[in-house]
């Protein structure tokens, strides 16, 4: 048994080891452990293993230096040939890619080219076709495509273009069937003939726009020719003739040479030729039909009385009525019913009140019985102008408006100018 007093192991008291310090006068005991011994062996236990293990190391690293280098060696040479082999196929897509964008470039300079004679067809166009909007011609513009950049410089241009085909190409990729298995070759023949799918689109679309330009100028210049055609036949049947009452530009003389065919016209040339010739033509006879009484001098009022013989009312017997009579009540705006300049302004006679107009190529008119006269000698007047008030001056039985047409002072019936205004008016607006 284990006394209660002290450490007894079977019957036994085990021996305590005491370590003594002296420091001068001074003396510290300390006891001895059994588990401070384990720990001192597990120290040298543990630094004997790493002092081993440090001796293998460096016996040791030689070998596993020279592997690893050699190992790394290896490495970089494979890597080395890999790099080598990817460099040659970037340096082969290079010069491929290169390649297709000088093609690309070549191709979208000439579609530049062709863009910019649209703009430059349309700039000549613009003009003409206001001219033929004034002469109520009108057809809707052309339409400019819109993957193609505004005109601006070269080099914008150009990267403008580029893009604007890359667009198209990324576009036509997507709608693209899916492929499988192709060779390093395959994707750039199919960009290529992707690019030329979009290119001849392009160029298509350039030609057609071009051929519609031409189509509406051919319009335009049949129809300036139908309506000049239309207006001459009008006005011809009142006894003017258009042709003659155009101004003949003086011609040269002492002139001559071998015919040589003219330069730099083509066909969009020739109809922008046409069309304003066809235009000149037009704009002349509008402004003759202007010009000459084919106005009425009182819209919307009955005729009381025409042009030839009838009784007169002041002598009863037979007499050449030389003019029109239009009921009208005293104060009434008479209107002038062509441009010209006032030749007569005031009372004259059986007219009483009178003004006269002269309107060119022998044709004046008159307009008689007014209350007041509104122009005077020498005024330019336009037609549809007020010239005076209806009245009852001179030789006349009550108010209305007298009104003669006279072809180089003779008189002629004013109804044939008045149908011929009716039929002119739908070309006039």
């Not at 630094?47 to 690893?68: H, M, N, P």
């Not at 667009?167 to 192709?182: E, H």
């Not at 011609?251 to 001559?256: E, L, M, T, W």
Request: aromatic content about 6%; glycine content about 10%; charged content about 25%.
């Amino acid at each position: 048994m284990t006394g209660a007093g002290g450490n007894r192991v079977f019957g036994r008291q085990a021996t305590e080891h005491v370590l003594i310090l002296a420091s001068g006068d001074r003396i510290r005991h300390m006891k001895v452990r059994p588990w401070m011994m384990a720990a001192a062996f597990s120290c040298l236990g543990i630094f004997s293993i790493g002092y081993l293990a440090a001796t293998t190391y460096l016996v040791l690293r030689d070998d596993l230096v020279g592997a690893a280098m050699a190992r790394q060696a290896r490495m970089q040479h494979d890597y080395e040939d890999r790099i080598s082999s990817l460099r040659a196929q970037l340096d082969r897509i290079t010069s491929r890619q290169l390649l297709d964008q000088q093609v690309v470039e070549d191709k979208v300079e000439k579609l530049l080219e062709q863009q910019d004679a649209l703009f430059s067809r349309h700039g000549k166009l613009g003009s003409l076709m206001e001219r033929a909007e004034e002469s109520g011609l009108s057809m809707p513009g052309s339409e400019t495509p819109a993957f193609l950049p505004p005109k601006r410089d070269k080099q914008a241009s150009m990267t403008g273009g580029l893009q604007a085909i890359d667009r198209l190409l990324a576009s036509d990729t997507k709608s693209a069937p899916p492929s499988s298995a192709l060779s390093f070759s395959s994707p750039r023949e199919g960009v290529a003939d992707r690019a030329d799918r979009v290119f001849s689109k392009v160029t298509l679309s350039l030609k057609t726009i071009e051929q519609d330009q031409l189509a509406r100028i051919r319009g335009l210049t049949q129809d300036a020719a139908r309506t000049a055609d239309a207006m001459t036949a009008i006005m011809r049947r009142t006894g003017i003739d258009v042709a003659a009452a155009e101004p003949v530009s003086a011609s040269p003389s002492d002139i001559g040479g071998p015919f040589v065919e003219p330069v730099g016209l083509d066909r969009f040339d020739l109809s922008l030729s046409d069309l304003d010739a066809a235009l000149n033509r037009l704009e002349t006879v509008r402004e003759t039909a202007i010009t000459l009484p084919y106005g009425n001098p009182a819209p919307g009022r009955d005729i009381t009385s025409r042009f030839g013989n009838r009784i007169d009312p002041f002598l009863g017997r037979l007499a050449l009525h030389a003019g029109v009579d239009f009921q009208a009540e005293s104060g009434t705006g008479v209107k002038a019913t062509g441009a010209g300049r006032v030749i007569t302004a005031g009372y004259n006679g059986s007219y009483g009140n009178m003004v006269e107009i002269d309107h060119g190529q022998g044709i004046t008119t008159r307009y008689g019985h007014l209350s007041s006269i509104s122009v005077s000698v020498g005024e330019k007047v336009e037609s549809g102008e007020t010239i005076g008030k209806a009245g009852s001056t001179g030789r006349s039985t009550g108010p209305h408006v007298h009104y003669e047409v006279r072809r180089s002072g003779e008189a002629i019936d004013p109804m044939h100018f008045l149908n011929a205004g009716m039929k002119l008016t739908t070309y006039l607006k």
